[in-house]
């Protein structure tokens, strides 16, 4: 790096000849920076190449296997010539280093600029937290399966075509060494198309457009003739893939490592702790109602509301009576042996009321408003009201004779019916 220029923020330079540039990272950390790159620009009227240089030529010291895999995908990798080009470097990434090489001596121009918010990285975050939480709900949703089948067939055909192809595959040894290298080519072939989709889409959109409009058609049709996942190992195995592929948009989607594998951890301990929270939650419920006080609190009713209770209480009475009468259980030729009127049982059964307009008409006249027993229960009443008793009693005096009135009052001629 001796020989290189070294690029700063601004800056902006203007050369003919061969040459190397360097940009050297910040080492102090600000988290100001977690979704910020480094935008730097190449521009000509002429064609040249860009090259990277590395000094990890054998990838040997690289401390990840993304870092490992990107190597690997450099070396292979050779420079496309154009006569613009964009390259985003992470605020805290490895240093950078390129080489320009012009085929004419036509001048070239080198801008930098800090963009502070890079929506990739920001989508590539809130993508992985979203995916990671809700990885159970979505491998189980048909639209999300036929979804994924589209993406994957679009970025990694060969590892599609496989996963079709894999029950006329005998051998799983086969199977996981062709999926190896079916992944391996897949990332190249994403790591190509990441670093030239400008020049591809400004130069040949059609055919781009052509390859994702038929590649999609046909994965879903080969998604919706195999139908979504319905066993539960699938449908497990599903999710873990889901789940692993956020980690790995979680870790692309910050600038810093260390808060990313800070999140990794923070998403897997909330992901394990709702098991015990559940748990506790549910104890503490248990524990709450066993220690509950178990007083029983008493309310009594309003002459009106214990009028309605019992006139419907004596409908539904009646109603499952007729109900039971009307069964193929009820002993109907034993009970009209023992009956006086089985010809008003019967009118009972169909729906006719169990009292007489003349039982009415009687009961009203002997217990109704001015009869002689309500005359009398009236001046019981206030004879009663003179003698000092407290609430308490009178209230349980009161509870013993209406406990008292539904144990005698017997059934409207219940010796009749039954």
Known sequence: GKNCSLLQEMDVIQKQDENCYCYVQNRTIHLQYLW???QIKVSSREKFRIEPISEKNNCRNSETVFEFAA???QILWKP????????????????????????????YIVRVKREMLDGKLLFLFVAGIFLFHFAN?????????????????????LVFVLLTLKRFIPRH??????????????LYFIYCVKENIQWLWSEHKSYL??????????SFAICYQHGPLTTELSITLFTWTLQLTAFVLIYFGVTIPQVAYAVIAVSLCS?????????ACHIARKMKHHFKSRKLVFKYLTEEEYREQGESETIRALEELRSFCRSPDFPSWIAISKLQAPH???????????VSPAETKAHDEQFGIGSSFLEEQLFETGAQSEQDEPANCVHEEDEENENEMHTQIPFPYATELL
């Open 137 to 157: 709900s979505l491998s189980r949703s048909a639209k999300f399966f036929y979804l994924s089948g589209i993406i994957l067939s679009v970025l990694a055909l």
């Open 344 to 354: 008003r049982f019967a009118a009972f059964v169909l729906g006719s009321p169990h």
């Open 271 to 279: 992901k394990g702790l709702c098991y015990p929270l559940g748990a």
């Open 209 to 218: 457009l052509g390859y994702f409009l038929a590649v999609g058609i046909t």
């Open 80 to 107: 496309e010539t154009c006569t613009e080009t964009f390259l985003s470097i992470k605020q805290y990434g490895e240093d950078v280093c390129f080489k320009i090489q012009p085929f004419k001596t036509e001048p």
């Open 71 to 73: 190597c690997a995908v």
């Open 173 to 186: 040894s086969t199977f996981w060494i062709l999926m190896s290298g079916s992944w391996m080519v897949s």
């Open 36 to 38: 910020s790159t480094l």
